[in-house]
Nanobody, 122 residues
Framework: QVHVTESGGGFVQAGGSLRLSCVASGRTFSDYAMGWVRQAPGKEREFVAAVSYSGGSTHYADSVKGRFTISRDNAKNTVYLQMDSLKPEDTAVYYC???????????????WGQGTQVTVSS
């Protein structure tokens, strides 16, 4: 079982950057892919990015491709989301979770942390 805690959100102007972190507990962290989703007010949860169990491959939503970078450090049980060129439409609560397998994909387990708020002003 993997439990996660997200951090790093904040308030930033359009065009700015933030780096989110997700620290996971449990000895099986490196057995699974990890991913990020986001949920804006009044909208459904949306897949953002995923990274494979080894960090060797990644998968992104079209809306963030070229602006966001997901990575992981298995020695620290941590997954990161570097967000550059932020837009107001990126405003949401961001959550991380483990993947259902080893491969980077939108298939993530329904086991989220408390999330971290990202607000981008225009």
């Amino acid at each position: 079982q993997v439990h996660v805690t997200e951090s790093g959100g904040g308030f930033v102007q359009a065009g700015g950057s933030l780096r989110l972190s997700c620290v996971a507990s449990g000895r099986t962290f490196s057995d699974y892919a990890m991913g990020w989703v986001r949920q804006a007010p009044g909208k459904e949860r949306e897949f953002v990015a995923a990274v494979s169990y080894s960090g060797g491959s990644t998968h992104y939503a079209d809306s963030v491709k070229g602006r966001f970078t997901i990575s992981r450090d298995n020695a620290k049980n941590t997954v990161y989301l570097q967000m550059d060129s932020l837009k107001p439409e990126d405003t949401a609560v961001y959550y991380c979770s483990r993947g259902v397998g080893k491969i980077a994909s939108p298939a993530l387990a329904d086991a989220w942390g408390q999330g971290t708020q990202v607000t981008v002003s225009s």
